[in-house]
Nanobody
Framework: QVQLVESGGGLVQAGGSLRLSCAAS????????MGWFRQAPGKERDLVAA????????YYTDSVKGRFTISRDNAKNTLYLQMNSLKPEDTAVYYC????????????????WGQGTQVTVSS
């Protein structure tokens, strides 16, 4: 079992930055692929970025490439999402997810989820 707790969300003006953190506890964190999803009101939950357990492979959805960076510190059991040049369309609840099957696009690819953290970008 893995428990995930996100933090770092908040209100920021367009062009600003936030860093989300996801603290993991339970089983060996380093053996899980990790992802950040987001869900805006009335929309589906979509994958934003993901990283393999070995830190050899990352994925970014096109809309955040060059602005967001996913990273992980296996020693601290923590996943991060550095978000720069934020836009109003980045406004959503951001969720951390963990899975044993590598990076996947679908929600059901990941076995464990955090409770989410709200990110609001004002124009």
């Amino acid at each position: 079992q893995v428990q995930l707790v996100e933090s770092g969300g908040g209100l920021v003006q367009a062009g600003g930055s936030l860093r989300l953190s996801c603290a993991a506890s339970g089983r060996t964190f380093s053996r899980y692929a990790m992802g950040w999803f987001r869900q805006a009101p009335g929309k589906e939950r979509d994958l934003v970025a993901a990283i393999t357990w070995s830190v050899g492979t990352t994925y970014y959805t096109d809309s955040v490439k060059g602005r967001f960076t996913i990273s992980r510190d296996n020693a601290k059991n923590t996943l991060y999402l550095q978000m720069n040049s934020l836009k109003p369309e980045d406004t959503a609840v951001y969720y951390c997810a963990a899975g044993t099957r590598g990076i996947g696009m679908r929600q059901d690819h990941y076995e464990y989820w955090g409770q989410g953290t709200q990110v609001t970008v004002s124009s």
